[in-house]
Every structure is written in structure tokens, then in C-alpha cells.
């Protein structure tokens, strides 16, 4: 309780509150004269210590009520104990079903293992926020950290270990010679106990980044955060992205109109002056040939980023008639071109995850490192001295090797190297963040977490 309350008290101070190291043991001790099963007990007793001004009270309680409500809702997750449910739907004899119930009695099994067979779900919400603790899930800044933070929390509280202790007893049962139609049963039950610990986990990471980002001002829909927007939102979003290109497309084209004059051309200047006895009355100036430079984008495409990239996406799509050549890959922990995809597709086909699904495996955990290696060893080709490089993504390599050896090689032989970041700096470098490490080795970092960002960098790109 007093780890939960540190977690609760720096969830208040986001939100505006103050709240003091005394006043957090004040909150401790009045907690000790209330009944800690009755919610408003808990509350008064929290909102009597931790609240000072009236105008912080709707805020307190909105606070308590996200944090807490977490509990509530894993224990939705688990089911029943599989012995009862066996013996619900009748698809077990009596025989069969005394002989599995001494095997998970004897059988020595992780204390998560257990609680989930048993259906105990106080025990796994117990043992899944112990991991949470250790794990600090106070970190998440965002809710793009989701899916790295749910993975976190798996690996955190053992459920590599529960899938495979539930394999071992399903093939020992198999091994025994059991029933088919038994063995299938039992296998139903087994898979939907680890499926009810994965929607636990991902539960409570989604209840801790609510908890937390909850309460936010939102601003214009333009100053939204990405990872904030519903589908509605998404689909009206594309369309406010695609007029953004269209309208720089038409301000570079205008430019180039503009620009008329190059350099002195000497030759032809006294060539038409002869006549005036060589006085320069009439300048002749060399025709400019319009800079088309070259731009090569790497997008994250992972679950962490996966609306940024998806608008992104959509963007350097309208984008790529500006320049002479446009190659875009996207990448998870391999990486693949998607070019002929952005130039042949609709635009929306081409954007969709099942497009870029047949590139690159959408399964695995990003590794920024290892991309950006084989990005440097397969396709250096594809860079030259007019190339942009642009890499979109949140730097969040889980913990792998950052190879940033690879980024001083792309700056070397490119024209400049731009990562977009859709996380503000302050998340920078915390957990498997490796963004202030690469930082140090582009030309530039923008921070593009809604479409009024992405239009301040399509400005410095294709400036007025």
C-alpha cells in the first residue's frame, strides 16, 4: 500500500497537486484507521491528508478513481477455476476429472500458474501489481509506451513461465494416454487461463497510462497527441494531413516559378551589349536548375508508434512528387522497402498494417540498432550527397544494442539526417529509450507528436 501510495502521490503532482514526503506518511497512518475493503473509506482517509485547496478536490478524486479502478478491472479477467468449469460443462468424467485435480495439486507450479488454474484472481492481481512495482510503470509518460510497457510487465511477472508450464502439463496429459475429446477440453481451458493473464497484463498497463494521461487538456484536434485520438479522430486527422501536402506541393511548385535568374552569364551578356560598345546595359543570367534532392525515409512501424507512422506515412505519400527520388522503408526489428508500395497502392492501401505486414513482421519487439545495421550494410546504395535521410520513430529499442555507429555512417555520406520523434524530451532516455544517444549523431531532432508539429516541420522542410 505505501509503494501504491508513492505511484499515487507523482500521478497528483502531474495533475497539479502538491504533495509533500509528510503528508504521504500522514495519508499512511490515517489509512490505518479505516477499513481498507471500503472504497470511500479509503478515499476520504487519502483526500483528508493529500488535499489542501477545494479546487483540488475533483482532481484528487478523479485521480483515485482511475488509479484504483485498475484492480477492479483485472479481476473481470480471470476466469473461474478450470476444475469447476470442467465439471460445468460436463466434458470430463469423474475419473478424469479426481486424476486432474491431483496433478495440479502435486505438481510443483509458479505461484501465477496456480492462481490462474485455480481462478484465484486476487492472487494474480496481487502477484501482476508486485510486478508493476518493481517494474515502475511511473515512468510511462505516454500512451505510445503501451505495448513496450505491456511486454515489460509479462516478462516481469512470469508469464513466459506460465505458457510453458501449461504446454509441460497439456503434453503429460497427452502423454498419459487421455481422451481426445478430454484432452481437447482441458487444452480450451489451459489456453483461455493464459489468455485471461494476457488481458490482465494489458489491462492494468492501459488502467496506469489512463490513470495518468487522463485529465490532460486536449486543445484543438490539430494539438492533440496521436496516441490520444480515436478512429473518428484518425480518419479526420488523414484528411487534414493529405491538405497539409497538397498546400506545401503547391508552395514548391510556386517557388521554382519565382526563381528565374541564376548566375552571371558573362559571354552572354557582352554579346548583346557589342552594340553599346561593350557597357553592360542588358544582364544575361544563367537558367538556375531547380534543386531536387533526393529523400530516403526509415519508419518504426511497431505497435508503440503505429498511428504516428500510419499518419506520417501518409504524408511523405503526398510529399514524394517534391523530389526527384523518394525510397521509404519501414522496419520493427528487420527492415523493408515499401517504395513500390507508396507509388502503385492507394493511398490508404498503402498505409493499411496488412501492406506493410507482407514487408516486414509486425510480431516481433523494435530493435532500432539492428535496423539501422542492415539499413548501413544492404542498402547504402540508396544514399548519396542530396539525400535526406528522415527516421521516424521513438527511439525505443527494448534494451538491444543501439548501434549508433550506423547513424554517424548515414550523416557522413548523406546530405543531412532528420529523426522525427513523436516523444517529448523529457521521455528521453527513460527505460529502453535510446533517443540521447542518437540525438548525438543526426543533423536534426523534431519532435512531431500531433499535426500542428508536423506542420511546423513541413514548414522548415518546404519553408514560405
Known sequence: MEARLVELAGLLRQRGLRVSTAELVDASAALGWVDLGRKEEVRAALESALVKRSRD?????????????GVVGLLGEIEAGILARLQEEGALDEDTLRMLAWELQNRPLSPLTRAALEGDAAQVTSLLRGAALRLDLGQMSSTLQQGFYARRLGSAAGLG?????????EADLRARGLDPKALEAIGQRLRAALEGLERSVRRLVEGEAEARLAGKPAGAPEEKPFALLSQQEIDDMEGTVRRLAERLKARMLRRQRLRRRGALNVRRTLRLNLSAGGYPARVAFRGRRPARPDVVVLCDVSDSVRTTSRLMLLFLHTLQSLFARVRSYVFVSEIGEITRELRELDVRRAVDPSVVGRV????ENSSYGRALSQF?????????RRTTVMVIGDGRNNYNPANAWALRELKLKARRVVWICPEPRSSWG???????TYERQVSQVAIVSCVADLEKLADSIVPS
Not at 516486414?360 to 510480431?363: E, M
Open 161 to 169: 513461465g506460465v505458457a510453458r508450464e501449461l504446454a509441460e502439463l
Open 57 to 69: 478536490r475533483q482532481p484528487f478524486r478523479e485521480a483515485f478513481e482511475l488509479f484504483f479502478s
Open 430 to 436: 527513460l527505460g529502453d529509450s535510446e533517443m540521447l
Open 376 to 384: 548501413v550494410r544492404t542498402e547504402l546504395g540508396a544514399v548519396t
Open 360 to 363: 516486414v513482421s509486425l510480431t
